[in-house]
């Protein structure tokens, strides 16, 4: 049984599209969260939700806007995607905010 | 906000020797620093956490050491590997809910 899954593993999509990747944690954690990864390796927090509330909101342009149907799942939905949105998408979740943090297997969006 | 530095950004090391890795912080209330591993391809997967109550932990072949007082604290690899190879990441954290800063990532190199 996979912990923490996100869908899809790959995505290839045009600037100015609009794409989702979804993420599902089965460990009964309280936190989830989106991180992206660049180019140069960089781990860059994006949001965080605990119990489907807004906890962290870094400075992500608006295009993103995650969502917490429960506390279970945290999507993710890019609008107007842009050459710079190329990363490897990560999301994690953790018991009660705090100690380790449990990652999925990664998106890797390629926007063209 | 936290600042997390990690220093060199690439190592190379011999088959059996021992690899050191440096990380300073600049968040005199970070009290959580864990240590993740990401293999090529493959999601970060953390190795070894210690907290600010504690100096010095080990698990096997790895140890981590903390200086508050220097805010740093480093990762120990003694007899590696080829499968120790991978980017390390460090990181740290204030607490439950607060954002958990990474360091850019070092890439260790084992020859066999």
């Known amino acids: 049984d996979t912990a923490v899954s996100q869908t899809p593993k790959y995505l290839v999509t045009q600037m100015g599209n609009d794409k989702s990747i979804k993420c599902e944690q089965n460990l009964g954690h309280d936190t989830m969260y989106w991180y992206k990864q660049d180019s140069k390796k960089f781990l860059k927090i994006m949001f965080s939700?605990?119990?489907?509330?807004?906890?962290i909101n870094e400075t992500v342009p608006n295009r993103f806007s995650p969502k917490s149907p429960d506390k279970a799942h945290l999507n993710l939905h890019i609008n107007s995607l842009e050459l710079g949105d190329s990363a490897v998408y990560f999301c994690?979740?953790?018991?009660?905010?705090?100690?380790?943090?449990?990652f999925g297997e990664g998106s890797r969006l390629t926007v063209l | 906000g936290e600042n997390v530095e990690q220093h060199p950004s690439t190592l190379s090391v011999q088959e059996g020797d021992s690899a050191v890795i440096k990380c300073t912080y600049s968040?005199?209330?970070?009290?959580?620093f864990p240590w993740y591993k990401q293999e090529l391809g493959k999601r970060p997967q953390l190795i070894i956490d210690?907290?600010?109550?504690?100096g010095e932990k080990k698990d096997q072949r790895i140890a981590v050491t903390l200086n508050k007082t220097a805010k740093h604290f480093s990762l120990h690899i003694t007899e590696t590997q080829p499968e120790d190879s991978a980017v390390y990441f460090c990181?740290?954290?204030?607490?439950?809910?607060?954002?958990?800063?990474f360091g850019k990532g070092i890439t260790l190199s084992v020859r066999p």
């Open positions: 994690a979740s953790s018991p009660h905010g705090a100690g380790e943090l449990f």
């Open positions: 210690i907290r600010s109550n504690v």
């Open positions: 968040d005199s209330a970070s009290n959580y």
């Open positions: 939700y605990n119990n489907k509330e807004l906890i």
């Open positions: 990181a740290a954290t204030t607490g439950a809910n607060s954002k958990l800063t």
